[in-house]
Nanobody, 119 residues
């Protein structure tokens, strides 16, 4: 079992920055083999992928955040980060961390952290 705990959300003005963190813990965790990603869900909308990072540090981003957000991971700390710059009101939502354990393809989700960007 893997537990994910997000932190770093909050209220920020448009154009500002936030850094989200997601720490993983659990028994028999093989964090360096996990694919980590961030999703977000705005009110009344479906959850969408924001960014993902593989065990080999390969990354991909939603078109809407390319050039503004950066995902990274620290395997020594079992933590993934999402640096969010030039925030826009449309970035508002609950941000969730997801871990996929390879090769079993088991999915784990964090509880979410609220990000609110005011105009």
């Amino acid at each position: 079992q893997v537990q994910l705990v997000e932190s770093g959300g909050g209220l920020v003005q448009a154009g500002g920055s936030l850094r989200l963190s997601c720490a993983a813990s659990g028994s028999s965790i093989s964090y360096n083999r996990m694919v980590m990603s961030w999703y977000r869900q705005a009110p009344g909308k479906q959850r969408e992928l924001v960014a993902a990072i593989s065990s080999a540090d390969s990354t991909n981003y939603a078109d809407s955040v390319k050039g503004r957000f950066r995902i990274s991971r620290d395997n020594a700390k079992n933590t993934v980060y999402l640096q969010m710059n030039s925030l826009k009101p449309e970035d508002t939502g609950v941000y969730y961390c997801k871990a996929v354990q390879i090769p079993a393809m088991l999915n784990y989700w964090g509880q979410g952290t609220q990000v609110t960007v005011s105009s």
